[in-house]
């Protein structure tokens, strides 16, 4: 299975971040699964990348051209597509994944979990989806998500479809069990 990680390009303030997202990289690839994500060599990206290559798995990247250019890009990757624009990269990453995963980060990594979320609302793609809730990294969101469903504006059907997980068994155990919703429309 290949799995769509998104992380930030930064390392966060704790150290639990990082080991969080070794452990978790780690462990899909003792699993035999591979990784897909942006393609940086910084920040969670990078320590998900190089733990998951130091294991011995296989690492799939995919950047802008802008941010090749401006050096970022890992240079150790199994596979590394440049791409023109990012959202040519949402597409590609999406299309490659089986499942979607969100550690920790910024405005670019809630951005793109939260598009692939509405994909699968959308019914675009039926694809598990998850927030690996490090230290409560992603308590806020869920709440919202909750308000969301509460408000009228999530069906009690997609209420669990961004679903919160500890480590890289729980999330595995969400993937191996998984329903999509049924379609809004149709």
Request: hydrophobic share 50%; charged share 20%.
């Amino acid at each position: 299975m290949r799995i769509t990680v998104y992380a930030g390009s930064a390392l966060g303030n704790q150290a639990i971040y990082q080991e969080a997202a070794a452990a978790f990289a780690k462990q899909l690839v003792a699993e035999g699964h591979e990784i897909v994500y942006g393609g940086g060599a910084a920040g969670l990206m990078g320590v998900v990348a190089d733990s998951a290559l130091a294991a011995g798995g296989r690492v799939t990247g995919v950047i802008p051209k802008h941010l090749v250019d401006a050096e970022v890009a890992h240079q150790g990757l199994t596979e590394l597509h440049i791409v023109d624009t990012m959202h040519q990269r949402k597409q590609i990453m999406a299309d490659l994944a089986d499942a979607f995963v969100a550690l920790p980060g910024g405005v670019g990594t809630v951005e793109e979990i939260l598009e692939a979320w509405a994909w699968l609302i959308l019914g675009r793609h039926g694809k598990p989806m998850a927030l690996l809730n490090v230290d409560g990294y992603w308590d806020r969101l869920l709440r919202m998500i909750c308000r969301m469903s509460a408000s009228g504006f999530l069906r009690e059907q997609e209420l669990g479809t961004l679903a919160s997980v500890g480590d890289a068994n729980e999330f595995l155990d969400l993937v191996s069990q998984w329903e999509p919703p049924p379609p809004r429309w149709g």
